[in-house]
């Protein structure tokens, strides 16, 4: 009979969510690097929503230049090292590699671009300082990548700004939603650090804003950039929902980077609702946290579904199952707590995403489950949206120009989530990048005096 104790549960997990890719050793870098074919056109650049020089930092990292290379990077992307870790780069920047057409093996960008990166944080080296003071000032509500890149680029700019941040801690989904097991909450918090280096911006975390707030800033401040996000989990409306057990996907998440691992909820047998990425986070964390069962649920087929394939490939490593053309009917409590959840099967005569679905008739089941993760997609914050005056909303979307940031609302900017319903970091970087533009360019025609 052995005698030794258990392990500790809190190395267990930390071990459970370690980084899925590790970084790549000097070497394997310079090896990597070396396989890049330079190309003039750059499929590669074009397929990054930042517009990264893609080939030019492969090719500083192939001539020693690691901390050139993590410059070239940044200037075009200051979340450049969360990117590198989070960021679909299977179907960004890698899949558009010609060696993946050549030799189906893209040259990992991902992995060098947080080779060059963390040599640039770990060296402690800054790339940036503020520009000439302007007078300016500019008010900025919400510290995710969208709003943090925006302050980043004006303060380049010499323009004076605020950011104002609802929780307690910056980088928005960057620090909160993303899987745990990608970066955890000290690397987030890092690169929010990183941008926060050139100085001269004023973070203000438990600063909501509201409705009326937001006019005052706009009499107040020369320009203002809403970076707000998305709001809650959509409902699923059916019964059940309020039975204790059921949670909303990124709250499930938010869990893993606000309190010690081992203290973290999770079920035995999880049911996960939904069929795109933060339905695979959400199944993924429940995994690690030790859940027996975990099922991902699905009312459309797998050939319909929105998450990435290389993210469905990993749920299947990891032990997931997942049913599809399941549709919940209503989630069975016991007590006030989910014991399972009935759905009925769905078919489609057309195909597609879009495609309206019926039920079929008589096939009604149910699946065990004591929790109950909806992954939904996230509703617009509309309280907030509706609250300021003039502002044009299609469908819960903040109306925007793409070239400028500009709403229809004066000195009104914004981007991110809250434009597009929902979309990955380095688009959310992309925002605010063109949202800074289009504010400096109004700053400079002396629109906001």
Known sequence: ??????????????????????????????????????????????????????????????????????????????????????????VLCEGACVDQTLLNAPVKIGLLQRYACDAASEAGVS??????????????????????????????????????????????????????????TAFALSDCDGVMEIGGIDLRLNAPV?????????????????GVGLGPTASLGIEGEELEGVWEALDFIFQTHTMPLDACRCGRH???????????????????????????????????????RYEFERTKADGVVWDFSAAPVRIVGDGGKVRSVEFVRTRSAEGGRRAKLEEVPGS?????????????????????????PGLKLDRGRVVVDP??????????????????GGGEVVDAVQHGKIAAAGIARMLSAGESD
Do not use: W
Not at 210 to 224: C, F, H, K, T
Not at 276 to 292: I, K, S
């Open 364 to 388: 009604n089941f149910e699946l065990p489950a004591d929790m109950v993760i909806k992954a939904l997609g996230q509703v617009a914050l509309a309280g907030l949206l509706d609250s300021i």
């Open 127 to 184: 790339f940036f300082e503020p520009g000439a003071k302007s007078g300016k000032k500019i008010a900025v509500i919400g510290a995710g990548p969208a709003g943090l890149t925006c302050a980043h680029e004006l303060r380049k700019l010499g323009h004076g700004v605020t950011v104002f941040e609802a929780r307690d801690m910056a980088g928005g989904i960057n620090t909160y939603g993303i899987a745990y097991y990608k970066y955890n």
């Open 1 to 90: 009979m052995s005698t030794s104790s258990p392990p500790d549960r809190a190395a267990v997990l930390a071990a459970s969510f370690e980084e899925l890719k590790g970084p790549l050793a000097r070497n394997e870098a310079v090896a990597e690097a070396s396989r890049c074919l330079y190309c003039f056109d750059a499929p590669c650049t074009r397929a990054c929503p930042t517009g990264i020089d893609v080939p030019t930092f492969i090719r500083q990292i192939l001539h020693d230049d690691v901390l050139g290379a993590a410059e070239t990077i940044l200037r075009s992307n200051i979340f450049g090292g969360s990117c590198a870790r989070a960021c679909p780069t299977e």
């Open 210 to 226: 509201d409705g009326p707030r937001i006019a005052e800033m706009l009499a107040e401040y020369n320009a203002v950039f809403l």
């Open 270 to 308: 999880v049911v996960v609702i939904g069929g795109g990425n933060t339905a695979v986070d959400a199944a993924g964390a429940a995994v690690r946290l030790g859940a027996e069962r975990v099922t991902i649920a699905y009312r459309r087929t797998a050939e319909e579904m929105p998450a990435f």
């Open 403 to 420: 070239t400028t940031g500009a709403t229809s609302v004066p000195k009104l900017f914004t981007g991110g989530d809250c434009v597009n």
